[in-house]
């Protein structure tokens, strides 16, 4: 019985592992270009410039690399002068912009998630929290050791 289900755990964690279910959906990003960020005092606004047009950003992402945190990117306020690559997606919502000079495929890897390790966690802890409610006890019966 423990080789049928040390097997099963085996076979259960090969699936899973190879499953693309738990990929985030890709960006697609349209990369409009590469610019220094520039402040409009008179505006208030945060623009880069490219082909004479100015794209707004209110944040730029940058690749997280902080062991503690959860997120694979980090969002902070621009800095002057900061080159960032500008893109739209069909996935954001408006003007993206990711620091330094960034292809395709590196905004693609900048932004995608694998849950797969948090989906195999919480159904082990929900699969013995299920185990210990749903198994029946047994009671430990005192002897009389009174002679």
């Not at 423990?2 to 985030?24: E, H, N, P, R, Y």
């Not at 409009?40 to 997280?64: C, E, H």
């Amino acid at each position: 019985m423990k080789k049928v289900a040390f097997m099963f755990f085996v076979v259960l964690g090969i699936a899973l592992t190879s499953c693309s279910c738990f990929d985030s959906e890709p960006v697609n990003p349209r990369i409009i270009g590469v610019g220094n960020l520039q402040y409009d005092a008179k505006m208030g606004l945060w623009y880069v410039a490219i082909d004479s047009n100015r794209y707004v950003i209110t944040q730029v992402t940058f690749p997280d690399y902080n062991p503690r945190s959860v997120s694979t990117t980090q969002d902070v306020e621009p800095v002057e002068g900061m080159l960032v690559t500008v893109f739209t997606s069909k996935e954001k919502i408006g003007v993206q912009a990711v620091a330094g000079k960034q292809s395709v495929q590196q905004i693609e890897a900048l932004y995608h998630t694998n849950s797969t390790v948090a989906v195999i966690l919480f159904s082990l802890l929900g699969l013995c929290f299920a185990l210990m409610l749903f198994l029946p006890h047994k009671k430990a019966h005192a002897k009389n050791t009174d002679v």
